[in-house]
């Protein structure tokens, strides 16, 4: 991998582990919690790797001090994989003993929700990325839990099935949308594909409009 794509993989991971560390004190899953720790792990790999690479890169001084802010960057991703095993280490107490996150994330613009699909949801079958949720509604699925167990972090080519219980992040309009599509009170709106020679027809037929515009203009301007 590149610097840049390490650096790409540490932001991405950075934001689901927290997600999972939020999600793993509201639902008290130590499962979720366990994930987090497996994910602080990987931090700690993509930071090393990431200092590796730099390291190999710095000739003379002034590449260390222009490659000094990717390994800042580095090590600021993660300190927040840190912070997110600090948050789970709150498991050990009960959740009457720690109300304050409940109220905390009640007041965030985007929230973390649990929501189920039922067998008369029209999402049902079809894939992540076919049903383009986070555009759809906003809401950014973090994990989704079947038969086999849990996902995080689900990639674009998975489907759903019913009974599938997916935990998301977002605000409470898009997921209260979603909580419609998933409970089957609400059909899912498929973007129409458009075909590929549709789209050149298309395209050459603006071209063509572009250039007889342009001959108009031109035409004008002779006449004075």
């Known amino acids: ?14 934001e689901v582990i927290i997600d999972l560390a939020y999600a793993s004190l509201m ?3 130590s499962t979720m919690a366990e994930k987090v720790r497996g ?3 990987d931090m700690d ?5 990431t200092r590796y690479k730099v390291l190999l890169s710095s000739r003379t001084r002034e590449d260390a001090r222009q490659l000094s802010g990717i390994l800042e960057v580095a090590s600021a991703a993660d300190r927040i994989s840190d912070a997110a095993s600090d948050i789970v280490s709150l498991l050990r107490f009960p959740p009457e003993k720690r109300p304050f996150i409940t109220e905390m994330l009640s007041e965030a613009d985007e929230k973390i929700r649990m929501i189920k699909i039922s067998s008369d949801s029209s999402m049902v079958g079809n894939t992540i990325g076919r049903l383009q949720i986070e555009a759809s509604t906003g809401c950014k699925i973090i994990a989704i839990k079947n038969r086999r167990g849990w996902t995080y972090d689900p990639e674009d080519e998975m489907k759903l099935r019913a009974n599938d219980v997916i935990i998301v992040r977002g605000t409470d309009d898009g997921a209260d949308l979603l909580v419609e599509y998933a409970a089957g009170r609400k059909e899912w709106e498929f973007e129409e594909i458009v075909p590929d020679d549709v789209i050149e027809d298309e395209a050459e037929e603006d071209l063509q409009n572009e250039e007889e515009l342009s ?3 031109r035409g ?4 004075e």
């Open 215 to 217: 001959e108009e203009i």
């Open 39 to 41: 994910l602080e792990d």
């Open 27 to 29: 639902y008290n899953s």
């Open 220 to 223: 004008e301007g002779d006449e």
């Open 45 to 49: 790999d993509l930071k090393f790797a």
């Open 1 to 14: 991998m590149t610097v840049r794509e390490l650096l790409t993989e540490m932001k991405d991971t950075s």
